[in-house]
């Protein structure tokens, strides 16, 4: 009786981690926008939601193409000059500076690399370390803020990261946490589709990517108690596709191993992942023959 | 304190991975039995405080994890995790004892449950059935599916108990069912038996003997005392015997047959099943539905080879027959198969290796790995990428994350 | 209805009485917007926010499309608040729908805000000899606070109902009570005299928002680092000596300058707008046999709890007590009501039972509001009587009168006596007159 009315007039305490993609191979092929743009869109963002209110905290995790890493996070500044505010004069100059420093390291760890076919960024690791983050502040008492994650990517999915997001996202819905995501890459990320899905957060692929501030504000900084009377964009379709085993492609459909559920794209004699070899459907269950087809001759 | 509520949030944690099971009006008796006075210790000035037992935790932890992954360390892991699994439960008079709060049936329905919910979390391409024993004959009250409400429904419609059990009659009517699945399934039955004694019309050797030709595997939970039969009934088939001694007992057993059993991969005949991925229509869009066959806005899936529409996943396709599931489902059990190695304790002495000193937060969490008075606390690193983690990341590591952070942040070449 | 919300949602609405004058030229402060902004309610603070761009008026209607059904009050609210603090300017167009323009300077304020991101209101002394570390400086604060308000109405003859209702007051909502007084009178008498506290330092006729601007700009300091005082005008250099007694800043003297170092106290002070100040970690503990344990160390905390239970014993850092028929009678009597008590116990719960829900036992809330009933089982009704019938049958149709207007109270058929109502007295003799 008493909270229901103070409840009305609060918002919730945030806390966003922003899973910032600076893989350099998506912003120098990207046309629409440049990453410094992007970069100040994103930074208004953040100053924005730290306005919102004075308890809100925010953490940046970069997502680069060989490595990921903290770049910022508005709580150690405020300890640094011992309180909770003024943490606004440093966000440039401790975010830009722990920026280039991480784009230096990241450009440094890929020079013996291979070139591979797709290049994505690493959003598993970033998501994973989101998510320790989130579990320390979890376990810090029983007034944390209200932790989500926004996951801000233009990298196409790194079909190998598959398991890696998935366990990330099955992790996230299983302590609530919600996966926000704004991608602005050509094509739709079904990963990033299904995290938020799955999580109930919420998906949203920008029209206009130099309006992509107005974006962010009005969908991706409401909080989590504002979010049950405000109309945030519904999710379009979503890809629910896997992606296999043996090549790394995305398909919808494929071959299930009944014994481990690894996903094939074709047929094979012997699961690579739990070593079963796959047997001649028997007769008595051709019933159900469509389960089955294509049993390989033994 | 804050161990304490990393405890309970895990504890929490686990709670609603068994889809709060939460019995109303019995907190005051778990609380009871808590034994929370000896979490205390007197400190030098006699003021009580909560015991430090975050490493013991982590100890008792570390332990678990150590004997997990011998177990699985044959390199290869098998699991059946495509599962028909009948659930009997005995509702003869025995079930209205009272000895479980408030009744036996009461308790064996509540955590029936939850276990429904946490197997279809666990086991998403697998089915249940229910069956119930009641005035000494079986009856079939769900068909195998994979729905957990639809049991849930039918089961908490259907609880009175009388008569006698007969556990013959019981495997006689799971045989028959059983006997029909593919292959590639593995066939369970789990008997919740609240009687003393089986009142049978023939001889159950037989029926044992006949079930374990079949390859069904058979646990037994006792909710009052070990019988012989059952336990012969388990030895044979391969199952689990146990008998509850509380409720919390009870709900640890049968908890304890949700995820899949790993041995018993023999048992079923590996195959290759041939399966979609549908995508989720945008809201708001128009079709057909396949399974209802009127014209449904929004909230459905595509068949990738038919493009029909179907309402619910998992389900196959009324147009071609694919079978379709959503591709997430599968994914739930992959930390199955690719499980992260067992971080290594880092001892004190490697910490003071000058190269070592870089690294005073966690990995993952940022904490600070140096305890105040610059004595270094706990920590573990992964044997893979060397990154140095906290206990508390450790332990959410490898029980809900499944991913090793420091790896995962390393693109592999 | 705790009188907490009631005390912090008036400062804003005093803020908001202002002239329009002074709401702007406050509004000129940079820290003020930002202070003003985190005080609106979530949907105001994302209105502003997402039109903060726009430069042209935006139509109420675009806005309220971002609103589900039921969070259509909300809407209503947020823009009457933002109205009602002349952050909305209301533009009516040619279609006669109201749109709304953003106050020039507030957006302004704000957009700087967002692309160059804040800074501190003022530097930092650098060196200063020593400062008082964070832990030392809460410690003064509460000190200076508790000593305050724990004596505040003991000094007084009696103790008054506010006094009482003042202390089952959070601390943030108790420092704006004070501050909100201490405005107010600032503009009267420029003397206030509020328990042990005498703040006299303020000049009379000291224009409020000056103050406001000053105190709301106070919070945006960072605590335990120390200002020069040099760097305040005349009026915010009275009014800090006053804020010292408080607590909410400590001022230290140098050889050459002096400086203060502002407190939690302080910098919590624009959190406190909000609601979400009563996140405080509570102490007490309420079991269903009626026992009370707070885990406080505090004398204040003992002295809120004597209010209302008995204290039996107190160890080094636990307060035990009992809640009792006859320790809620006195409290009863000095004018603190059941839901008083029951709001403070539930606001203050220990975070082991807080997210225990209810966490306060009901069987203890329903008895304390019976006990609370028992006392007002004598209800009073004003009413007329009426005797000396001249007959039976009068008697009989006026009790049956009585009875069809529903004012009959009491009748003696014996002795031809009867009570009603005082609301139907004019029409019951308007009737007794028609009979004769």
Redesign the interface.
């Known amino acids: 009786m008493t909270s229901v009315p103070s409840k009305l007039y609060s918002d919730d305490v945030s806390l966003v981690v922003v899973l910032l993609d600076t893989n350099p191979f998506f912003w120098t092929a990207s046309s629409s926008l440049s990453f410094s743009q992007f970069l100040s869109h994103v930074l208004a963002f953040v100053n924005s939601i730290l306005l919102l209110n004075q308890l809100n905290q925010v953490v940046v995790i970069a997502?680069g193409?060989?490595?990921?890493?903290?770049i910022y996070?508005s709580s150690?500044d405020a300890s640094q000059l011992g309180s909770e505010d003024g943490r606004m004069p440093s966000l440039y100059s401790n975010l830009l500076q722990k920026l280039e420093e991480f784009m230096i390291k990241d450009e440094k760890?890929?020079k013996e690399?291979?070139q591979r076919a797709i290049k994505s960024s690493?959003l598993?690791?970033?998501l994973?370390?989101a998510?320790?983050?989130i579990?320390?502040v979890?376990?810090?008492?029983?007034l944390h803020p209200q932790p989500r994650i926004l996951c801000l990517q233009g990298s196409p999915d790194g079909p190998?990261?598959?398991?890696?997001v998935?366990?990330?996202?099955?992790?996230a819905q299983?302590?609530?946490v919600p996966i926000d995501s704004c991608y602005v890459g050509a094509h739709n990320s079904a990963f990033l589709q299904?995290a938020s899905?799955?999580t109930a957060g919420v998906y949203v692929k920008p029209q206009h990517l130099d309006g992509l501030f107005q974006y962010l504000t009005t969908v991706f900084a409401t909080d989590l108690h504002s979010r049950s009377f405000i109309q945030l964009p519904?999710?379009?379709?979503?890809?629910?596709?896997?992606s296999c085993f043996c090549h790394k492609t995305t398909?919808?459909?494929?071959?299930?191993?009944?014994?481990?559920?690894?996903?094939?794209c074709n047929?094979?004699k012997k699961?690579s992942?739990?070593?079963?070899?796959?047997?001649q459907?028997?007769s008595?269950?051709s019933s159900?023959s469509?389960?089955?087809?294509?049993?390989p001759e033994t | 304190?804050?161990?304490n509520?990393?405890e309970k949030?895990r504890q929490q944690?686990e709670e609603?991975?068994e889809e709060d099971g939460d019995l109303d009006g019995w907190?005051e008796r778990s609380y009871a039995d808590e034994r929370s006075w000896e979490a205390l210790q007197e400190d030098e000035?006699?003021?009580l405080r909560p015991l430090d037992n975050k490493a013991m935790y982590h100890a008792q932890y570390r332990r678990r994890l150590r004997s997990l992954s011998t177990a699985s360390n044959s390199q290869?892991?098998?699991?059946?995790?495509?599962r028909f699994l009948y659930i009997v439960l005995d509702l003869s008079r025995a079930a209205s004892v009272m000895d479980f709060r408030p009744s036996r049936m009461a308790v064996v329905a509540q955590n029936v449950e939850a276990f429904i919910r946490e197997f279809f979390d666990q086991n998403?391409?697998s089915q249940i059935a229910l069956v119930t024993i009641k005035d000494g004959v079986a009856y079939s009250l769900t068909e195998l599916g994979g729905s957990p409400e639809s049991h849930i429904k039918a089961l908490m419609a259907k609880l009175e108990c009388s008569g006698d059990s007969s556990l013959q009659n019981a495997l006689e009517l799971v045989h028959e069912y059983l006997d029909k699945?593919?292959?590639?399934?593995n066939r369970e039955v789990l008997i919740l038996y609240s009687a003393l004694t089986t009142c049978d019309p023939g001889d159950i050797m037989e029926t044992i003997q006949k079930c374990k030709k079949s390859k069904m595997r058979c646990s037994v939970i006792g909710l009052s005392a070990e019988m012989f039969i059952c336990k012969h009934l388990c030895q044979e088939t391969g199952g689990l015997y146990s008998v509850a001694l509380d409720e919390s007992h009870f709900k640890e057993l049968i908890l304890e047959h949700a995820p899949p059993p790993p041995a018993i991969?023999e048992f079923?005949?590996?195959?290759?099943?041939?399966?979609?991925?549908?995508?989720?229509?945008?809201?708001?869009?128009i079709s057909i539905c396949s399974c209802h066959k009127e014209s449904k806005v929004g909230e459905g899936?595509i068949c990738?080879?038919c493009k029909a529409r179907v309402c619910e996943l998992p389900t196959?396709c009324r147009i071609?027959?694919?079978?379709l599931?959503?591709?997430?489902h599968?994914?739930?059990?992959?930390?199955?198969?690719?499980p992260i190695a067992p971080f290594d304790e880092v001892k004190p002495s490697r910490q003071n290796e000058p190269h070592r000193r870089s690294q005073k937060t966690?990995?993952?969490?940022?904490?600070s790995l140096v305890n105040p008075g610059n004595k270094p606390s706990l920590q573990v690193a992964c044997p893979k990428c060397k990154q140095y983690f906290c206990l508390?990341?450790d332990i959410?590591?490898h029980e809900?994350?499944?991913?090793?952070?420091g790896c995962?942040?390393?693109?592999?070449? | 209805m705790p009188q907490v919300r009631i005390i912090a949602k008036n400062f804003m609405d005093m803020v908001a009485s202002l002239p329009a004058m002074k709401l702007d030229r406050l509004y000129q402060n940079a820290f003020i917007c930002e202070a003003i902004l985190r005080s609106l309610p979530p949907l105001a603070k994302k209105y502003v926010v997402q039109i903060l761009f726009f430069d042209g008026p935006v139509s109420g209607k675009l806005l309220e499309q971002w609103v589900l059904a039921d969070g259509v009050t909300k809407h209503r609210v947020a823009i009457d608040r933002l109205i009602q603090l002349r952050i909305f300017i209301e533009v009516s167009d040619k279609k006669r729908e109201s749109s709304y323009k953003l106050n020039q300077t507030f957006q302004a304020n704000l957009r700087k805000h967002l692309t160059n991101g804040g800074v501190l209101p003022r530097e930092t002394m650098a060196a200063v000899v020593k400062l008082p570390n964070l832990e030392e400086l809460d410690t003064y604060a509460l000190e200076q606070w508790e000593v305050g308000t724990s004596s505040m109405d003991r000094d007084a003859p009696r103790l008054t109902e506010g006094g009482f209702q003042f202390l089952l007051m959070d601390t943030n909502a108790q420092l704006w009570y004070i501050i909100r007084e201490y405005i107010t009178n600032s503009e009267i008498s420029g003397f206030l005299q509020l328990g042990i506290y005498s703040l006299s330092h303020i000049e009379r006729g000291t224009d409020p928002a000056d103050l406001i601007s000053f105190l709301l700009e106070l919070s945006f300091h960072v605590t335990g680092e120390a200002y020069n005082i040099n760097t305040l005008t005349e009026i915010q250099r009275n009014t800090i000596k006053d804020l010292a007694e408080l607590g909410l800043v400590k001022l230290q003297q140098g050889r050459k300058e002096s400086w203060f170092i502002p407190t939690k106290l302080a910098t919590n002070l624009s959190v406190s707008l909000t609601d979400s100040s009563s996140r405080k970690q509570g102490y007490v503990v309420v079991e269903t046999n009626f026992r009370l344990y707070a885990y406080s160390s505090s004398k204040l905390h003992c002295e809120i709890l004597r209010l209302f239970s008995k204290i039996e014993y107190q160890l080094?850092?636990l307060i035990v007590g009992a809640i009792t028929k006859e320790s809620l009678y006195t409290a009863f009597e000095n004018g603190i009501t059941s839901d008083q008590i029951i709001s403070f116990l539930q606001q203050n719960a220990h975070p082991r039972v807080a997210e225990?829900l209810p966490s306060v036992p009901e069987n203890v809330t329903d008895q304390i509001r019976l006990w609370e009933a028992d006392l007002n089982r004598v209800e009073i009704t004003p009413s007329h009587f009426y005797d000396e019938f001249p007959s039976r049958d009068t008697f009989e149709a006026a009790c049956d009168f009585a009875r069809e207007w529903n004012g009959l109270l009491w009748e003696d058929s014996k002795k031809m006596r009867v009570v009603v109502k005082a609301e139907i007295h004019m029409n019951m003799r308007e009737f007794l007159r028609g009979q004769k």
């Not at chain 1, 193409?65 to 903290?70: F, G, H, Q, S």
């Not at chain 1, 979890?138 to 029983?142: E, L, T």
């Not at chain 1, 519904?234 to 896997?242: C, I, L, N, S, T």
């Not at chain 2, 079923?268 to 869009?285: D, H, T, V, Y």
């Open positions: 997502s193409y060989n490595t990921c890493d903290y996070d150690s760890l890929g690399q291979s690493l598993s690791g970033a994973s370390m998510l320790c983050y579990q320390r979890f376990r810090s008492g029983p190998e990261q598959y398991v890696a998935m366990n990330s996202i099955f992790s299983r302590s609530m299904q899905y799955i519904r999710p379009a379709g979503v890809d629910f596709r896997a398909i919808d459909m494929g071959y299930i191993c009944s014994v481990c559920l690894s996903i094939f047929h094979h699961c992942t739990c070593g079963s070899v796959f047997g459907a028997q008595d269950t159900t469509d389960l089955k087809r294509k049993a | 304190m804050t161990n509520i990393a949030r944690e609603d991975d907190g000035s006699g003021l290869r892991i098998q699991k059946g995790l495509i998403p391409l699945i593919p292959s590639y399934g991969a079923a005949i590996a195959n290759l099943i041939k399966m979609g991925f549908p995508q989720r229509a945008a809201e708001g869009s899936f990738p080879r196959e071609c027959g694919l079978t599931v959503s591709s997430p599968l994914a739930r059990s992959y930390h199955h198969l690719f966690c990995f993952g969490c940022q904490q508390d990341c959410y590591i809900s994350l499944h991913n090793c952070p995962e942040s390393l693109r592999a070449s | 080094p850092n225990r």
